[in-house]
């Protein structure tokens, strides 16, 4: 049943695996639990990652502190706190720690399956470790295939992804839609960005979301900080800064800000579309409020295009 996918996890949870995994990375969401569109994972540390190509996935960093560098097709773009870029499957980039402080980033891959690999390489432990001390990359390649995770040895380049696709994007700067949205809304990934699987905003709640339910899509939520009202199905949550919740489609809900100033969250839809949706309502503004507050009955004509529903007065 769709109840029994709702996720709620506390800062510096992780979803259980078939192996632990390294301290300096958990699962926010696998791709069991998304049925197979993304992994969200959440990683802190001092990991440099040499120059490597993922054959069938992407990958979206967003980053909540530190500096990271990641290098692409010459160039290395410095990310710091709030900046979030795509990396498209199929190019080469490399990434490394710029700041003396660890990276603390959610590190996103669509479709998912990146947990799984993480695994694999956490079992393998020292088996992995090379004769001079360093990785064995031979045997971390071998490792990967399955994934289409391959690391550039012996000065390789084979890409066969588009490099078009790649974007970075600064500190409340965010993908140009169809029309011009409040800062509140901010499209760090499109679904246009994604084949479809999913979108990622980051968000301010401010006002309260009314009951609903999305028919299609998951919602998954990382709280950035202050306090979210999560109120799922009978049941009322508190999602506070590090906290992570996925409220699977099918099931009522809805959302309220629980701090001042409003909490800030990371929000991602899947499939994606949510961000077409917010489009809508701020041309619709004010025609979907009645006295400050959003209107269930003024919002179901235009929810109704992206299969949501929301609970209207008896």
């Not at 506070?240 to 809900?253: A, D, E, S």
């Amino acid at each position: 049943m769709s109840r029994d996918r709702f996720i709620m996890l506390s800062a510096g949870e992780s979803r259980a695996g078939r192996v632990p995994l390294p301290a300096w990375t958990t699962v926010k969401a696998g791709m069991t639990d998304t049925e197979g569109r993304f992994t969200l994972m959440e990683n802190r540390g001092h990991n440099d990652i040499p120059a490597h190509v993922h054959d069938t996935f992407d990958e979206v960093v967003y980053v909540i502190d530190g500096e990271l560098g990641i290098d692409f097709d010459g160039r290395t773009h410095r990310l710091t706190a709030g900046m979030c870029a795509l990396l498209p499957r199929g190019v080469t980039h490399a990434m490394r720690t710029l700041s003396e402080a660890p990276v603390h980033a959610l590190q996103l891959s669509s479709p998912g399956g990146w947990e799984r690999y993480v695994e694999d390489v956490a079992e393998a432990g020292q088996t992995l470790v090379a004769e001079d001390g360093g990785r064995d990359w031979v045997k971390i390649n071998k490792l990967g295939a399955p994934y289409g995770m391959r690391y550039h040895l012996h000065g390789e380049t084979e890409e066969n992804g588009d490099k078009e696709r790649f974007h970075v994007l600064r500190r409340g700067e965010a993908r140009l839609g169809r029309i011009q949205v409040p800062p509140a809304f901010s499209a760090k990934v499109r679904t246009t960005d994604t084949e479809g699987r999913l979108s990622l905003l980051e968000m301010v709640v401010a006002q309260a979301i009314p009951r609903h339910v999305h028919h299609k899509a998951d919602e998954s939520i990382y709280v950035l900080d202050g306090e979210l009202v999560v109120e799922y199905d009978d049941e009322r949550h508190t999602a506070t800064k590090g906290q992570f919740v996925l409220l699977p489609h099918g099931v009522p809900h809805a959302l309220r800000p629980g701090s001042t100033p409003p909490p800030r969250v990371i929000q991602i839809s899947s499939p994606g579309g949510w961000e077409c949706f917010v489009e809508d309502l701020i041309e619709a503004r004010p025609h979907i409020t009645t006295g400050g507050n959003l209107d269930p009955v003024k919002l179901n004509p235009i929810a109704a295009k992206y299969d949501i529903t929301y609970a209207e007065p008896a």
